[in-house]
């Protein structure tokens, strides 16, 4: 398993990609490659970089490479994010994509081009960097697929599909063999049978199923931050993403994990990271956890959603937080603690309408899960009788 | 009368603000300083400046002081617009104004507070500069107060002179005394009657009224590319702005004026800027004739309607076009030619609901004025009994 943590940059947040200070970066990064991990999720604003469509500017992808050669100084790997797109409630999306051009992010083939194009050309900049982990079309970017995203660019389960095979073929043109190429979503796509990209999509596209586990979703406001519900809520998603893979040997990445203070004690952060940690280390398959986020939001900045202030390691003029402690020794612990293997598995009806309300937090399939003191494997009805996948996920026992 | 350029930066167009380069600048400015204007008007991208309500780059706000420090290089004077804001069918709004935030860009106090401090600090920034000549608060903010703007921002007529009082007061708080302090609506605010902000708002606030000038309202469509409508459209609102003066005094400054192609054909857009600027120079009390634009807009930009492509005086690898050449020849002829005082004037039905509709490329008003072969001056019925003011503007008949 793979530790990492999504770098926000202590001055400036993401607004710093417009003037990018390479000093910044490399005392931000120095600091991350202080707690023990490997790797960095790094995340350019597209608009600042595709400011119009035919327009991809070669500097801004500079400042990208730039900040990949600062993390491999640091001893560190990078995935890089391509379509922001959707960060902490702010949506940036290029003048090209809004009001009188808007146009469907997800279908207009024109704007499905240029996407395309952002992709390979990001993918290029840092294809030939040594220390390059991965490429994500994007953060997730099922936000704008549909409600309540206040715009949404409505698009059919096929038309999802398509735009997730032909993005990531675009990083894959443009990438060294080996570079991991996955899409993120936030985890309506598990527990909202409305939204149109689902478990099936994060599943079949990619070289691994991306899980963002957040517990505000009702999780911690039904189980309090400390709850068994909560602290086992990223292992459990982790295990639901796992159930739809048709290859066992495909990889869960937990990209995105953090300890937001709306729905708990800030002072119980460290340890629900720490059980949080032990949790989703646990399931098979987990190829890395990369926790949200590096620094805090300086409170210079205005509008954001009062949890998003305070989800860094490290405060927003740089001192490691009692989070941020916890979380080096949660990875120590974790890199020195051998997976116990979970033969148990429940069966998942995904054959039901309204499977994903019945995974959501509180759901009855939700529910049935954590009544196990040790979270089960999780078995799709449909993939039931497939005694080798089952052998090879290492699951023993339908309970 | 002064002459001047709106000035579209050849390379990058206003995505160039991302990575300002003086070299370019300096270039395209020389370039038209050439044409024997004495003035630009610079329009920055508010998003970039602005972007969190609460961070006002200083670096971007350099990068607008440089552009004002080449062009006195260049033996220019500057207008600097600052909320942009629309241009050229694309709008730029900050994240914290879009999708999930999305407040009221004339109402919410925090925004027009946000908006104030930024209006203050690009004033300021430029406050010294010996070439400054003045401020507009931004480009056509009116476009987002009402339909047919995708995503209205309502405000009412109150709410648009208390937003307008705040920010001219904005820029006036950090201006030196005598810079030019304005603000600019699209033509709605004269032919609209749903348009919230009115010529009312237009002659009340700053020091002097701003009139925006485009054929392509249907003016062109009727009339011709070089039918008398057409070519003396500039003229005809510039006089229907000074009909709402209650100080002879005041100026109308022509901000915005060019020869769309969408409208005529290419090779009449010389004949038609001859004609509209010798048109428009013979209105009483007008300031400036700022054409736009300095440059075309690259072909490699995409989504541009039509007729944004070749506006320029120069194409957009920097040759001078054949209405460049017009166009200096227009400046150094109205230059040398003195006015003609135009004593008749007609009166327009102020009081009368739908005089707006009237005033409108085709309505009554508008075909009246037409109807003279030399345009007379325009008086408002609710003013026409004051007849110290019609003496003020040397008005001796009302025909």
Redesign the interface.
């Known amino acids: 398993v793979r530790f990492g943590v999504n770098y926000t940059p202590a001055a400036?947040?993401f607004?710093s990609w417009?003037?990018l200070d390479p000093a910044d970066v490399r005392r931000d990064l120095t600091a991350v490659a202080g707690l023990g991990v490997d790797h960095v999720r790094v995340l350019p604003l597209w608009p600042?970089i595709q400011?119009?469509?035919?327009?991809i500017?070669r500097?801004?992808l500079q400042d990208v490479a730039t900040v990949v050669d600062i993390a491999g100084e640091c001893g560190l790997e990078v995935n890089v994010d391509a379509l922001q797109g959707h960060l902490s409630?702010?949506?940036?999306?290029p003048?090209?994509l809004?009001?009188?051009?808007?146009r469907n992010l997800f279908t207009d083939p024109e704007v499905v081009d240029a996407l395309a194009a952002y992709v390979t050309a990001l993918t290029e900049a840092v294809a030939d960097k040594p220390n390059l982990m991965g490429i994500t079309l994007g953060n997730e970017v099922n936000q704008f697929a549909a409600a309540p995203?206040?715009?949404p660019h409505p698009v059919t389960e096929e038309g999802g599909d398509w735009w997730l095979a032909r993005l990531t073929a675009a990083a894959r043109s443009a990438a060294r063999p080996g570079t991991l190429i996955t899409h993120a979503m936030y985890d309506a796509a598990w527990y909202d049978d409305t939204q149109p990209f689902g478990p099936r999509h994060a599943a079949d596209h990619g070289d691994a199923t991306v899980v963002h586990s957040w517990v505000f979703n009702g999780t911690a406001q039904k189980h309090g931050g400390l709850g068994d519900g909560s602290v086992r809520h990223a292992e459990y998603l982790c295990r639901l993403a796992a159930a739809w893979h048709t290859d066992a040997r495909r990889p869960v990445w937990l990209q995105e994990v953090g300890a937001p203070t709306n729905v708990m004690d800030p002072a119980d952060t460290p340890a629900f990271l720490e059980a949080t940690i032990r949790g989703a280390a646990r399931v098979e398959g987990l190829s890395g956890i990369t926790w949200w986020c590096s620094h805090d939001v300086s409170r210079?900045?205005?509008?954001f959603p009062a949890l998003e202030y305070d989800l860094g390691l490290f405060t927003a003029d740089g001192k490691i937080k009692p989070i941020g402690e916890a979380f080096a020794a949660a990875v120590a612990a974790a890199r020195a603690t051998a997976a116990v293997p979970v033969g148990d598995a429940i069966v998942l009806d995904d054959l039901r309408p309204g499977y994903r309300a019945a995974c959501s937090p509180g759901g009855e399939f939700n529910q049935r899960w954590l009544s196990y003191e040790t979270g089960p494997q999780i078995v799709l009805a449909s993939k039931a009788a497939d005694t080798a996948l089952l052998r090879a996920r290492g699951i023993t026992r339908i309970v």
Chains 1, 2 share one sequence.
């Open positions: 400036g947040w607004h417009l003037e600042l400011p119009n469509r035919g327009l500017r500097k801004a409630s702010f949506d940036f999306v003048s090209w809004e009001s009188w051009h808007r995203h206040p715009t210079d900045l205005l509008d």
